[in-house]
């Protein structure tokens, strides 16, 4: 299981998800990928991302303005 980090703190959606969705591309099964985001809407975004995708969002926190989501490559 390999670990990455994309921040895309500052974009506004759709960018966040775009920028996920290319960075989860070339992961394995099982690669956790770490989110930093500042879109108030990042939150929901990704759940519902995960939900269509069927990657696992393992962790939504806030703290500072900043989101930090961490994806489960599935």
Do not use: N, W
């Not at 299981?1 to 960075?23: F, N, Q, S, Y």
């Not at 969002?57 to 989501?69: I, M």
């Amino acid at each position: 299981m390999a670990e990455h980090t994309l921040d895309v703190t500052g974009l506004r959606c759709p960018l966040p998800i775009l920028r996920a969705k290319k960075a989860l591309a070339p992961l394995q099964t099982g690669d956790v990928l770490t989110v930093l985001a500042t879109d108030g809407g990042a939150p929901g975004d990704f759940a519902a991302f995960c939900r269509q995708t069927g990657h696992e969002l393992r962790a939504s926190e806030e703290a500072d303005g900043v989101y930090t989501l961490v994806l489960v490559h599935k």
